[in-house]
């Protein structure tokens, strides 16, 4: 079974505005695969659908085959990137970290050591006890992505995550998140208006176009492409 499947989805929002039309779409285990598309095609919009966040006005989703209230039975957990990195200005960087697992109410002892390795996976090891404006942007959204690896997911979403950073902090987060994801064997749906990022991370490549918003195509990239 995929990891995600999504079955001739539509979604109209409540103004009319119709963000998806009959998108059909499969995504397998381990797989790193992009949304790629102008402003407006509807990759927010698939994302959070993916999360949960969001529910299709017609057709279905599947998360390993089972509708979304089902997925905790599977025994399988996904986590979410925004855009912003979105986090506790008053708290440390450890506590950001830990947050999901303390609404997890994981014992405080485990949760630290998770914390730890989240924060050693992103190369923020040393910097647990600082705060989060002490931290450059590029730092704040490793910061962000140790939070969501926390709870070591299977499925990671990340809507534009290093979008507003400059390209070379953009590149080196990229290759880090890629061999991250590999190492893990985590499937992961990167939300992104870049040709170039999409074509360097990703296994495979969906490419999307706005009014209304759709899948015209599915790109596999070589795995000689040199990036490993
Ligand atoms: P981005 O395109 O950079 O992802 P946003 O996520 O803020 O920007 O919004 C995506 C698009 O959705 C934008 O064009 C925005 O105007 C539109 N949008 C977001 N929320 C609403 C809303 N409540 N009503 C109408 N349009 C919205
Ligand atoms: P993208 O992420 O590709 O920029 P979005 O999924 O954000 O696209 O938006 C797709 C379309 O849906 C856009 O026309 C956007 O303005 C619209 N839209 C997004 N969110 C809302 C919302 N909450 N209410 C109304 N329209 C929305």
Not at 54 to 73: D, K, M, Y
Not at 210 to 219: C, D, L, Q
Request: with cysteine; hydrophobic share 45%; net charge neutral.
């Amino acid at each position: 079974t995929p990891v995600l499947s999504a079955y001739r989805v539509d979604k109209r929002y409540a103004n009319g505005t119709v963000a998806l039309d009959d998108v059909r779409l499969s995504i397998a285990s381990g797989e790193f695969v992009s949304l790629l598309g102008p402003s407006g095609c509807g990759k927010s919009t698939l994302l959070k659908m993916f999360a949960g966040i969001e529910a299709p006005t017609q057709g279905h989703l599947r998360w390993w085959g089972q509708a979304f209230s089902a997925v905790g039975t599977t025994g399988r957990r996904q986590s979410m990137v925004f855009q912003e990195a979105t986090l506790m200005p008053w708290a440390s960087v450890a506590d950001n970290v830990r947050l999901p697992l303390d609404i997890a109410r994981m014992p405080r002892r485990e949760a630290d050591e998770r914390v730890a390795r989240a924060l050693d996976g992103v190369g923020l090891g040393t910097f647990g006890k600082a705060r989060p404006r002490e931290l450059s942007g590029g730092m704040q959204m490793r910061v962000s992505l140790a939070r969501a690896l926390v709870t070591e997911p299977d499925l990671l979403l990340l809507d534009e995550p290093f979008g507003a950073l400059d390209e070379f902090t953009r590149n080196k987060l990229d290759s880090d998140l890629r061999a991250l994801a590999k190492a893990r064997g985590m499937t992961v749906v990167f939300v992104t208006h870049s040709l170039y990022e999409a074509v360097y991370l990703s296994d495979k490549v969906v490419v999307m176009q706005a009014r209304p918003g759709r899948v015209i195509a599915e790109v596999e990239i070589d795995a000689t492409v040199a990036r490993d």
